[in-house]
């Protein structure tokens, strides 16, 4: 009978300690790893996904097209706003990123989109801050 106890027990606890796992918390990004922050910028900018576009980026965030003369940089509201608006808007391309530098609170990662008769290479500069790692500014550059 002991045994049958701890082993229903045992069981009991199995259960709500896998339902509480299960059960949907979504918290928001997980910024406290600089990969995830960069996987959201890519879903976010491939993808169209919007959900985490107000965590990703810092307060001072721009993004600069390299070698489009006389445009002025886009600040993170602008950027925000056209992410949203583009909600569900995929990418026909394929995507990788590597790391070019990857240290304690700053880091920065090559991402390229390979649209196949030509590429564009997205520089991001991620920072560790109060409340995370933020994207602080993004250079795309075009590839032919």
Sequence with gaps: MKNLTKTIALACVLFVS????FASTDKGLNNAIVDNVVDAYINSTVYGETAYVNELFSNNFNQKFNGVSKQKAIQKNAYI????????????????????????????????????????????????????????????????
């Design 18 to 21: 896998s339902v509480n796992v």
């Design 81 to 144: 706003q056209f992410l949203k608006q583009n909600k569900g808007v995929k990418y026909n391309c394929e995507t990788s990123f590597e790391w070019v530098e990857k240290g304690k609170d700053y880091s920065l990662a090559k991402v390229t989109l390979d649209f196949g008769a030509f590429k564009r290479i997205d520089y991001v500069s991620v920072s560790m801050q109060q409340d995370g790692w933020k994207i602080d500014e993004v250079n795309s550059v075009y590839n032919k």
